[in-house]
């Protein structure tokens, strides 16, 4: 299953502040031992808001505003795209991450991957098939 | 909802590898060390749920079996020589505490992972048994999961498995990464059994156990992994990059009703871009080692060749003959020349590729490969012999196992026909 890990935004992320070597060496740990496990398959870090844009459209008409914004905790400083064999492993990994300084946020999200199986309506149908088994897998074994 | 049960066994899953691995580097014996692991595992499904999970569960699980082992030494009144060793090894380190053992966790672990799957996918064992093996100590799956994958039993797997083990230990089989010539033997045992674990689960289609197709994931996992253990050696990446690349088309292989679409004819933009990304960045990694090329590698590079042409119509076709050329050089056989043919035909056209294919026609090996005549059949109606087109369709549907295809070619042998005149 792929997932992507939010690394949520924190105010020393938000004002683009520089990590501290030790914390660039741990990560650069962290991220060598998510490659050589083979979970690894993507990962980005994301410049601060105020480098970016929001655009909302109604009625047809579009909105743009310039970053920063405020809700820091709404917000995304970098993410990954992992392997994994189930949510739980995304978890244990993510439990792994070497603390930053300020805060630290993680939001793990599965990606949809209604292909796997089939095509248009039977993929869903499959995938939906597939999580029921899932659902009864897990379900025998606690 | 606090799942403890699960949250052991995903830990389990992630660190079985590393434990299995220092444990046998420790008692040289794989089977034992298997053994040891797992009485381990089970303390802590005994212990865990009322202590709390440990801050470091491997080196937990680590020491556990170390005392285990300990005491099995111990206890073993026939100490041959070698157990003797090991023993006096084994209590020197008697009293390192956690600790020490964390500390030391993450030295040599490249060395000992590769050493497991070395050992597991050792030549003195059968195709099937390094396969179960591979996946039971590298890839943590229970012998329930690896029978349901290999559409087998349960009984099967843990027999195999079992023999497996004494097999090893009866060849005296050194828990070590191998040197020298030696190693690209024993590499291409390797990159074998993680192929074939792959192609168990391609071939899986819709309605099947998706632990079949899981299998797929499993072989890129250990594929990735190998890759970082052993980027020096372009084979390695060669099979990594194949895998990614046929594991880019699974969204595009299944019609609506099950039946497999070919390649050509798949909607591309079902294709994973992602994992076509990290074909070619394996791809271009091998290159940059200068080797020569082998028949990963070289297998790797033409479906690269379809992962990166946006349309069919955009195939390099000339690329393809020619890898399959040099495919045909390193590793010969009948059915590679035939797919050079079809890459020829494409290229330059069915008069060139039909010199190719009727040389294939008494090859002991394709007499009842039923996609010989079924291309033959295609070149001769492109070249607008019908009536021998329609004989090689019709041989073809003859030879054909699949349903589908069976009527698909008694199909083109009929329109063969009507063309006749």
């Not at chain 2, 949250?7 to 014996?29: F, H, Y």
């Not at chain 2, 000339?318 to 494409?346: D, F, H, K, Q, W």
Request: net charge negative; charged share 30%.
């Amino acid at each position: 299953m792929r997932f992507v890990v939010f690394i949520k935004a924190s105010p020393m992320t938000e004002a683009g502040a520089a990590p501290t070597e030790d914390l660039l060496m741990a990560m650069g740990k962290y991220n060598e031992e998510l490659v050589r496990a083979g979970v690894m398959l993507d990962g980005m870090g994301l410049m601060p808001s105020a480098k970016g844009a929001r655009i909302t459209i109604a009625n047809g008409t579009h909105t743009v505003t310039d970053g920063p914004f405020a809700e820091t905790k709404e917000m995304v400083a970098g993410f990954w795209v992992w392997e994994c064999r189930s949510l739980q492993e995304a978890i244990e990994w993510v439990k792994r991450c070497p603390p930053s300084v300020d805060q630290d946020s993680f939001e793990i999200r599965q990606v949809y991957e209604l292909d796997d199986f089939g095509s248009d309506g039977e993929g869903i149908e499959q995938h939906e098939k597939v999580a029921k088994m899932l659902a009864e897998r897990d379900a025998g074994k606690a | 909802m606090t799942d403890t049960r699960g949250t052991i066994d995903t830990i389990w899953r992630i660190e079985a590898p590393k434990i299995i691995g220092g444990l046998a580097r420790l008692v040289r014996d794989v089977g034992l060390a298997e053994e040891l692991a797992q009485d381990a595992l089970v303390e802590a499904l005994e212990k865990w749920p009322e202590t709390g999970i440990p801050q470091n569960p491997a080196a937990w699980l680590t020491l556990v079996a170390r005392r285990r082992a300990i005491d099995r030494f111990r206890r073993d009144r026939m100490v041959r020589d070698k157990n003797r060793e090991v023993a006096r090894e084994l209590d020197a380190r008697e009293d390192v505490s956690i600790a020490l053992i964390e500390a030391h966790m993450d030295d040599d672990i490249g060395d000992e992972r590769l050493a497991l799957i070395f050992t597991a996918c050792h030549p003195v064992l059968s195709e099937e048994a390094r396969a179960a093996l591979t996946l039971r100590l590298l890839g943590g799956l229970t012998p329930v999961e690896i029978a349901r994958a290999f559409v087998s039993t349960e009984a099967t797997i843990q027999q195999r498995i079992v023999r497996a083990k004494k097999t090893l230990k009866e060849a005296d089989v050194i828990f070590e990464v191998p040197r020298g010539t030696e190693r690209l033997e024993r590499l291409a045992s390797v990159l074998s059994v993680i192929y074939l674990i792959f192609n168990e689960g391609y071939a899986a289609t819709v309605g099947e156990d998706w632990m079949r197709v899981q299998l797929c994931r499993e072989a890129q996992r250990l594929g990735r992994i190998l890759a970082e253990l052993m980027p020096e050696d372009s084979e390695v990446l060669g099979l990594l990059a194949l895998m990614e690349f046929s594991a880019s088309r699974f969204g595009a292989r299944t019609a609506r009703d099950g039946s497999p679409i070919l390649l050509l004819d798949q909607d591309r933009l079902r294709w994973d871009r992602l994992l076509i990304h990290r074909g070619v960045a394996a791809l271009e990694r091998a290159e940059k080692l200068g080797q020569p090329k082998g028949p990963y590698r070289l297998q790797a590079e033409i479906a690269g060749c379809h992962a990166t042409a946006p349309a069919a119509g955009d195939t390099n076709w000339i690329r393809i003959a020619a890898l399959y050329e040099a495919l045909g050089t390193v590793a010969p056989s009948p059915i590679v020349e035939l797919n050079r043919a079809v890459a020829l035909s494409m290229a330059f056209g069915p008069a060139v590729a039909i010199t190719v294919v009727d040389k294939l026609c008494d090859e002991p090996k394709l007499q009842n490969y039923h996609l010989l005549p079924s291309v033959r059949g295609d070149l001769l109606e492109k070249l607008e012999r019908f009536r021998e087109a329609a004989g090689e369709f019709e041989r073809a549907a003859a030879l054909a196992t699949n349903a589908r295809e069976k009527a698909l070619l008694e199909k083109r042998a009929s329109a063969c026909r009507a063309r006749q005149g």
